[in-house]
């Protein structure tokens, strides 16, 4: 809690608008104090960052370029970031062919990886006569690129680390700009939008946790109100302002106007017009961002517009997107000499 006291001359002006500046307020009143209950929050980002990207080799292995674990927590912060990941990993699981060396299940856990950090491992099992036995999907948040380049590295926690014998892990990136160790995920530009999403469903909570009770500002004027009195009250707007979706101000300003005491609410209609026209925003962002088709993620046109026909929009969205999604996944193919990946064509692109 902060304090300020001030002595100079009273005076009030905000320019041509007329309107009561608060700071001239302050200022003049020779015993009037204010206080806040919040402290400071910090806007920046380690996005601002995404430019110096680089992987430091540790003598072992590459670091990453960013914290994978930063894009866990994104994929459950937006409903439509992390529906447009799945639907992504059902497509192709669905035209997904097993194969003996690799099921159906560990495709679909290597697809997801793909989509989610731009990565996928496979490790090779082999028998006695050292030919495959069978393809092993090996989490991407925990793998790393040795710093040979062909060895690769398991690792759970510092002191548990696993190191890969050369040529044992397949690895399937999507390229970066940045650098050539590691591959990044298509939707990085939409991070900030889905944060954004999650940071006002979070608001939305607080608000009706809160009782839908806007935070308020409590100005006492009245000069036979006595210090002890104002502490009583400073207590009570503390202990009530919930869990921070809004906040509370007492301002104190003895013989400060007519009206003693006042009691000005925020107001909540706007706090809720807000949360709507941001919901629409990030939206809107995360749909360019991936790329998919508004109808085929279920979403309702606006108004009593028309969202166009399903069947196109899909057929689209396989050849724009999946199929080149399938044929780098084909490079599993090359790296161990025989068609382990396969796909089925796309039902709606097949010809009738």
């Not at 997904?96 to 159906?104: A, G, K, M, W």
């Not at 679909?108 to 495959?132: C, H, I, K, M, Q």
């Not at 944060?195 to 809160?210: E, I, P, T, V, W």
């Not at 749909?287 to 689209?316: C, F, N, W, Y």
Request: net charge neutral; proline share 5%.
């Amino acid at each position: 809690m902060t304090k300020r006291r001030y002595n100079n001359k009273h005076t009030v002006s905000n320019g041509s608008s007329g309107q009561t500046d608060i700071a001239d307020t302050l200022k003049g009143d020779p015993s009037l104090s204010a206080f806040t209950f919040d402290g400071p929050y910090s806007v920046t980002d380690a996005y601002d960052l995404l430019d110096s990207m680089c992987c430091v080799d540790n003598g072992r292995y590459y670091e990453t370029p960013v914290d994978w674990k930063g894009f866990t927590r994104a994929f459950s912060q937006s409903p439509l970031h992390q529906s447009a990941l799945y639907f992504k990993r059902n497509v192709l699981t669905g035209c997904f062919i097993p194969h003996p060396l690799l099921s159906r299940q560990a495709f679909s856990a290597f697809a997801l990886d793909w989509f989610v950090f731009g990565n996928a491992y496979l490790e090779r099992r082999t028998n006695r006569l050292g030919g495959p036995l069978k393809l092993q999907h090996v989490p991407a948040l925990n793998t790393r690129r040795g710093s040979d380049l062909d060895t690769y590295w398991f690792i759970r926690q510092w002191k548990d680390e696993h190191e890969f014998k050369a040529g044992e892990v397949c690895h399937v990136m999507n390229p970066d700009i940045h650098q050539e160790i590691y591959g990044m995920p298509e939707y990085m530009a939409a991070l900030l939008s889905a944060s954004l999403s999650h940071s006002a469903d979070k608001f939305r909570k607080l608000y009706y946790d809160n009782g839908s009770h806007a935070g308020c500002i409590l100005y006492v004027g009245a000069s036979q109100v006595d210090p002890e009195s104002i502490k009583v009250v400073q207590k009570t707007l503390s202990e009530a302002r919930g869990k921070g979706a809004f906040k509370n101000v007492l301002i104190h300003a003895p013989g400060g106007g007519k009206d003693g005491v006042q009691l000005l609410p925020f107001s909540q209609i706007s706090a809720k017009d807000e949360f709507l026209n941001i919901k629409s925003a990030t939206r809107s962002d995360l749909r360019d961002a991936h790329r998919i088709p508004p109808q085929l993620m279920g979403s309702m046109p606006e108004g009593t517009g028309s969202l166009g026909d399903i069947e196109k929009a899909a057929r689209v969205f396989a050849i724009n997107e999946m199929l080149p999604v399938m044929e780098a996944m084909k490079s599993v193919n090359d790296w161990l000499g025989m068609d382990v990946i396969r796909f089925n064509s796309y039902a709606l692109l097949e010809d009738k």
